[in-house]
């Protein structure tokens, strides 16, 4: 971060995580706060350590160390060697040590209880930039967490974006205690070697059982009408204490350094309220998997590209408004062609955006020759998914599957004005776009087929590839690599509680917990093994199944009523009962975009 002032510049690094206007904001606290806590100084040679060579010379130490070369001063000139000796002259070998390696470890716990909630944080997170670089300037492990949390999920090393959402987030009603204390000891083995360990909250953490010989910093808010500043009391194990007095910022940039201290000022991906009649009420991931639709509450479609980090900044979404009377019926997003969104209006079909054809982008619209066969989506359901593929003469086709799983062609734009909506005589349970074509799990049907199978929609019914899976739910997700030739990553349930995913090595067999509702397949950042996503029971926590222990990916605010993953990217969204949309990065972990329902009055 060039733009720093000079006097910024050591924590460049630190301070690069967030926006440039909030580190500048944040650039002054942690100037004044390193200069009261100080540096951490290496153990030297008068601390001992076990013996390890020499490095170098120095002008102190014993006769037995003496330079060889010193020595023919006592046989030319014997008062020279004396004179050299009385005024710190003569040269003798430095003695190098190896040093112990828990000397080497700055640990930090902070206190996410009431007492520290709102404010006091601000200074919380000036501490974590100050420390991490005070360890990082003598080469020593940097290592923190909420001490309120459990070790085993909150230990965190090192200083970034995901592990300071994770912290944000981690807020707590329950006041620090001793056991709460006596947990991160054990767990980080506090005891066993000196350590460079803080403790960051209010001043009873200095009385807490065990906390016994830790450096401590107290934050306290002066309780005084208008006031708009911290008192900072830094006191280390082996010094005298010291107090610093930190101005916050603008009440704006508070509230971001405490919800997201990463989103840029100009439109951020990190929240966006939306107006009542604009409420998100459905979404679905486009047929590549690389955009978000989201169905508002006025009946408008929009298509949103999803953020390639918390950080980036989501650029205008494209957004169809259909007219008064018009139904939504299915929708989808091409990467040449942009957003398409059917309505039914009376008994007809119209097509909102345009369709590719060999002489050029045409309107189209649609009719059904028998009302039972309609693909209109449920009252309240989700509306359909449509995917395309364009036939090397130009002509786009496009395929959509509606809630009773039956699979429909949307016939080709003709002269006449209106086209055939076409039901194919087949049961999908799952339709995608991967590698650029349009490919569908076709259900076991009665009497039938007794297994699933693949079908590349642009190669006709003939190429259906049988799948060893005889329920038939399936999920496409992403891979970037490892996956199926055909179908990428694909899970498909084969019994009640066992799902098979397809691997370019092979099957495996992943069991689900009774209870638990799946998503979607995902595959999360090396050495973790693809897996899947699944609702737990509470209907807020989502977890991640593989032939690996179970663990949790993430919790929502609120009940989610819908969620699903991408199959184009490494991503996955749920929307709650209370409206709220979050998109959640697998890669980062960490929230990617966050849109909630607007405050009436």
């Not at 107290?218 to 010291?242: F, K, N, Q, Y």
């Not at 995608?432 to 039938?448: D, F, H, N, T």
Request: glycine share 8%; hydrophobic share 40%.
């Amino acid at each position: 971060m060039t733009a720093l002032p000079p006097a910024l510049r050591p924590w460049a690094t630190q301070l690069s995580l967030f926006p440039e206007d909030l580190a500048r904001q944040l650039g002054p606290h942690v100037a004044r706060l390193s200069a009261a806590l100080g540096t951490l100084r290496p153990r030297g040679e008068a601390e001992g350590g076990e013996p390890q060579g020499y490095d170098g010379l120095s002008r102190r130490g014993t006769f037995d160390r003496l330079l060889v070369s010193e020595w023919l001063w006592a046989l030319e000139a014997p008062d020279e060697l004396v004179r050299r000796a009385a005024f710190g002259e003569l040269s003798f070998l430095k003695p190098a040590f190896r040093q112990p390696q828990g000397a080497r470890r700055t640990v930090v716990l902070l206190d996410v209880g009431p007492d520290q909630l709102g404010l006091p944080r601000i200074a919380h997170l000036a501490l974590l930039v100050v420390l991490a670089r005070r360890a990082e300037a003598v080469g020593a492990a940097f290592t923190w967490g909420a001490l309120q949390t459990e070790p085993a999920r909150a230990t965190h090393t090192g200083l970034g974006g995901t592990s300071l959402l994770a912290w944000l987030e981690a807020r707590s009603t329950t006041p620090a205690s001793s056991r709460h204390l006596s947990a991160w000891r054990e767990a980080l083995e506090l005891s066993r070697a000196p350590e460079d360990v803080w403790l960051v909250g209010s001043s009873r953490l200095g009385r807490l059982e065990g906390s016994e010989g830790m450096s401590r910093v107290e934050v306290s808010e002066p309780m005084e009408p208008g006031a708009h500043r911290l008192t900072v009391d830094v006191r280390p194990a082996a010094r005298v204490p010291r107090s610093v007095v930190l101005e916050l910022p603008p009440p704006e940039d508070c509230l971001r350094l405490l919800r997201n201290p990463f989103s840029s000022h100009q439109g951020s991906s990190g929240w966006m309220p939306r107006k009542a009649d604009r409420r998100i009420v459905k979404f679905s991931f486009s047929g590549d998997g690389r955009r978000v639709l989201l169905f508002s509450a006025d009946g408008a479609v929009e298509a949103m590209a999803v953020p390639h980090s918390p950080r980036a900044t989501v650029p205008k979404p494209r957004r169809v408004q259909v007219h008064p009377g018009h139904r939504v019926v299915a929708a989808g997003w091409r990467y040449s062609g942009g957003l398409l969104v059917l309505a039914r209006h009376g008994d007809t079909y119209v097509m909102h955006g345009q369709v590719r054809t060999p002489e050029g982008f045409r309107k189209a619209r649609y009719h059904v020759t028998d009302d039972s066969v309609r693909p209109d989506p449920a009252p309240g359901a989700l509306p359909l998914s449509v995917v395309s593929w364009v036939d090397p003469r130009g002509q786009e086709y496009l395929w959509m599957k509606d809630g009773k799983d039956r699979l429909f062609l949307l016939a080709p734009p003709s002269s006449e004005g209106t086209s055939a909506l076409v039901l194919e005589n087949e049961q999908v349970s799952a339709i995608a776009e991967v590698k650029s074509r349009p490919v569908c799990v076709l259900r076991p049907q009665s009497g039938g087929a007794v297994i699933s199978r693949l079908r590349v929609l642009s190669e006709g019914p003939a190429h259906a590839v049988p799948l060893n899976a005889r329920h038939g739910d399936a999920y496409f997700g992403y891979s970037p690599s490892g996956a199926h030739p055909d179908a990428g990553l694909l899970a498909v349930r084969d019994r009640e509680l066992d799902w098979r995913l397809f691997l370019d090595t092979g099957v495996s067999v992943l069991p689900v917990p009774e209870g638990y509702r799946v998503v979607g397949v995902v595959k999360p950042p090396a050495p973790s093994p693809p897996g899947l996503v699944a609702l737990g029971p509470d209907q807020r926590t989502f977890h991640f199944f593989s032939n690996q222990s179970p663990r949790v990916l993430v919790t929502a605010s609120g009940p989610v009523v819908q969620a699903a993953a991408s199959h184009g990217q490494p991503v996955f969204g749920w929307l709650t009962q209370a409206g709220e949309f979050v998109l959640w990065d697998l890669m980062e972990q960490a929230v990617l975009y966050r849109s909630v329902p607007e405050a009436t009055p």
